[in-house]
């Protein structure tokens, strides 16, 4: 089996080292040793376990990804870069035909989406990739387009609690809104609380303290007008191991449809879960 060359940007951050860690484990791919990261990192690599990834400054990118292209040959891209640069990261894959497979939220995301679309390349884009979170999602989904109104009169609280340097409001959280619309709640991802303070998380929340720099809790809250129905839905993921799993799933589902020549297209985790 040829393995699936990958190239991992946003190193040092948490995530894209979480997705290095498990893909130099996982025989389906072999890692290209160079990341593109952001303009406030100053080290020019960094050692994650065994393994030595050179980074490249935005002002350096152009040059060096001709050159890795160069020596490399075709790959697919993960991007868990900061919010910010989601769709400058993105114009760049599509200018230098790399497939991508992109978990960071934040963005102009019909911009992100018509950038792959107007491209040559095909993408999978998910604000989650935990793939048993997808999978919730796409119930709730379900449950939406099939009882509309179903919650009419009821009150929503959506809770979300993410490491202090999550910089943006939980994407998955934001997906859930327009679903509980549908449902019959009135309801504003504004209207979202949002916990980044690791104290409160412990104390409050119960966020175990060794999970505090990495962790994703949710919870939707339902409340009938008179108080005497409540309906309760959370997912609490410790870790970021379930996400880096789901994101490999996604290359390697990505790169099936790049042998079978599709190009201008965005496919969601809804896919490659239907797929598995």
């Not at 490399?72 to 870069?81: A, Q, R, S």
């Not at 303070?197 to 104390?203: A, S, V």
Request: charged share 25%.
């Amino acid at each position: 089996m040829n393995r699936i060359k990958l190239m991992v940007n946003g190193i040092p951050g948490n995530m894209a080292a979480d997705v290095i860690r498990h893909a130099v484990n996982d025989d389906r791919f072999e890692l290209i040793s160079h990341s593109l990261t952001g303009p406030e990192i100053t080290e020019t690599e960094c050692t994650i376990d065994s393994v030595t990834i050179r980074l490249i400054r935005p002002e350096k990118r152009e040059q060096a990804m001709a050159s890795i292209k160069e020596a490399e040959g075709p790959f697919i891209t993960v991007d868990y870069t900061h919010p910010s640069a989601v769709n400058d990261n993105a114009e760049f894959y599509c200018r230098h035909g790399l497939p991508f497979v992109i978990g960071t939220t934040g963005g102009d995301r019909k911009f992100l989406a018509d950038t792959v679309n107007a491209s040559s390349i095909p993408a999978v884009i998910a604000p989650n990739m935990a793939k048993q979170i997808v999978g919730f999602q796409a119930m709730m989904e379900y449950a939406a387009n099939t009882f509309p109104g179903l919650f009419d009169g009821y009150s929503l609280e959506i809770r979300e609690s993410h490491q202090k340097g999550k910089a943006d409001t939980s994407g998955t959280a934001k997906s859930m809104v327009g679903h509980f619309n549908k449902l019959g709640l009135s309801f504003s991802e504004t209207d979202i609380i949002k916990e980044r303070d690791p104290e409160t998380q412990k104390t409050q929340w119960g966020v175990p303290e060794e999970y505090l720099a990495g962790h994703g809790w949710h919870t939707y809250t339902l409340l009938s007008d008179d108080e005497t129905v409540r309906f309760a839905f959370s997912h609490n993921v410790n870790g970021r191991d379930v996400y880096a799993k789901g994101t490999l799933d996604a290359v390697s589902y990505l790169s099936e449809k790049v042998s079978q020549g599709v190009k201008g297209k965005v496919y969601s985790m809804t896919d490659v879960l239907s797929c598995q």
